[in-house]
Each structure stands twice: as C-alpha cells, then as structure tokens.
C-alpha cells in the first residue's frame, strides 16, 4: 500500500516535498516512481528510483529542478520540487514496480492515491 502526501498550493519559483509511504512487502524489493496528470491531460513520467536507490531516471521536463530520493528505513520515497512552475501543476502519484527502474506507466502495478499541487503564477 502506497500513501502519498505533501502537496500543497505554491506560488512559482517555490519549492514542495511530496512524500510517498509504503506499507507490506519489503520496500528495497520495488523500484518507485513519481507520475503526474494535469487537468485533461494523460498521466506522465515524472520521475524513478531503482531497487536499493542505485539509479535514478527523470523527464526532461523536470531535470534539474526535482529529485527524487529513497529512505528505506522510513519505507518512504520523496520528491523534492524546487523552481515550481504553474506547468507543474498536477495531481501527482507515486507507484511501484517489480523491474529494475522504469519510466514506463504499464510497468506500474502499484499505485497510491494522488496529492495535488497547485503552482500559481
């Protein structure tokens, strides 16, 4: 089971940390992934983190501004997001998956509920 938290409303240029909490099988077993959906838009890759945290993968959209981190102690994934844009506006999810690191949606087959995050302008 996956809870994802910390989204918020921000104006541009500020900065979230969104939270990811898993639950059941051992954490270090997954790797993780952030995907977000704007309003009338399809769910994207946002960003992955690999099984032991070894390697990670982000959208070009996000490269440089967000970064995702794993703390298996805690059983929790986080996604720092700095120099927010109102383009970053989104429901965002965060899931699990049994491969190695994946940018591929149908590779998840865990999901958590969405947080959303608001950036205004």
């Known amino acids: 089971q996956l809870q994802a938290s910390g989204g918020g409303l921000v104006q541009a240029g500020g900065s979230l940390r969104l939270s990811c909490a898993a639950s059941?099988?051992?954490?270090?077993?997954?790797?993780m992934g952030w995907f977000r959906q704007g309003p009338g838009e399809e769910r994207e890759f946002v960003a992955a983190i690999s099984k032991i945290g070894a390697n990670t993968d982000y959208a070009d959209s996000v490269q440089g501004r967000f970064t995702i981190s794993s703390h298996y102690a805690e059983n929790t994934v986080y996604l720092q997001m700095n120099s927010l844009k109102p383009e970053d506006t989104a429901v965002y999810y965060c899931?699990?998956?049994?491969?190695?690191?994946?940018?591929?949606?149908?590779?998840?087959?865990?999901w958590g509920q969405g947080t959303l995050v608001t950036v205004s302008s």
């Open positions: 899931a699990a998956a049994d491969s190695w690191l994946s940018s591929v949606t149908r590779e998840y087959h865990y």
């Open positions: 059941g099988r051992t954490f270090s077993t997954y790797s």
